[in-house]
């Protein structure tokens, strides 16, 4: 897809665009990483196999022929690279459910490479390609069970959840999702959202919603064998705990993590039917829900 000058962000500065390169260089170079589109075969496939890698599966959950086919027609493939090693990867394409958006389907970064802020780069990569073109948002979708990605995309992001997606792709087979319902929620990344540039610009946006976190009442919490507890609330602002590490769960008492899943789904499927947005995700590993402004 060609950078198009006149495809200007709606009320955006006019640097925006470079700001977003910047940012996303300096990403980069924190990360020690070069981000970089891929469109060979030779590329792609390397993409494809780390993808089988990073989901532990014998089949790619993305073939190198559809790579092949989103790259030529334009979307965002890219590749992050330590030399000529590829340790990370994405994939998003064009999305016109509401108005143009980048959706992102896929990342992942090397296992052995976690933890330098890689998936960081990936984002921030994203963000700036979106912007060259005039794209005004990124969404994708992430397991809400999952409370290290719920803080990243919530919290170091600044995205917000939109929509609870149950089961949203069905019985899935790779090793990190087989055996469980793929459940997801929805996320929109205003990519230029005053909140988003200040948070890239080291701004920490969520002490703004910790008062409303300290006056919250649960909804959902940890009960005493481990299992979900939920509880009955018409507070304005409520909580709903987030296991630290429910893939353990799911290795030791997967019936266990099926009822987190259930708990979960229940709590905030009504909380947003209810009128309750997904605020953030706050320092205790809680969703916090506020009630959503009526205008």
């Known amino acids: 897809m060609a950078t198009s000058p006149s495809a200007a962000l709606t009320g955006a500065a006019p640097d925006a665009p470079d700001r977003a390169a910047a940012a996303a260089a300096a990403a980069q170079a924190r990360a020690r990483v070069d981000v970089r589109e891929l ?7 390397s993409a494809a196999l780390l993808f089988a890698d990073i989901w532990n599966t014998d089949r790619p959950p993305i073939n190198t022929d559809v790579l092949r086919a989103l790259a030529h027609a334009g979307n965002y493939v890219v590749g992050a690279f330590d030399g000529e090693e590829l340790l990370g990867a994405s994939v998003a394409f064009l999305g016109l459910r509401d108005r143009p958006t980048l959706h992102s389907h896929i990342s992942g970064v090397h296992t ?7 998936g ?5 990569h994203q963000r700036a390609w979106a912007a060259r073109r005039g794209i005004e948002s990124v969404t994708w979708t992430f397991d809400p069970l999952i409370r290290r990605n719920a803080h990243f995309n919530l919290v ?4 917000r959840a939109t929509e609870y997606l149950t089961d949203f792709y069905g019985d ?7 055996g469980q319902q793929s459940d997801r929620l929805h996320l929109t990344w205003p990519l230029l959202a005053p909140h988003v540039i200040d948070l890239l610009d080291g701004v920490p946006s969520r002490r703004a919603a910790e008062p409303d976190a300290a006056r919250a009442e649960p909804r959902l919490v940890q009960g005493p064998d481990g299992g979900p507890e939920p509880h009955l609330s018409d507070a304005e602002a409520q909580l709903c705990w987030i ?8 290795r030791e008492d997967p019936a266990r993590a099926a009822h987190w899943r259930l708990a979960l789904r229940t709590a905030l499927t009504g909380a947003l039917a209810e009128g309750y947005e997904i605020r953030t995700c706050t320092r205790s590993g809680h969703y916090l829900l506020t009630r959503r402004n009526p205008s």
């Open 172 to 178: 899935m087979t790779d090793g990190i999702n087989a």
């Open 120 to 124: 960081f780069a990936l984002k921030l």
């Open 243 to 250: 296991p630290p590490d429910i893939e353990a769960v799911r």
């Open 39 to 45: 469109t060979d075969i030779p590329a792609l496939r």
């Open 156 to 159: 170091k992001l600044g995205a």
């Open 112 to 118: 052995g490479a976690q933890g330098r802020s890689i």
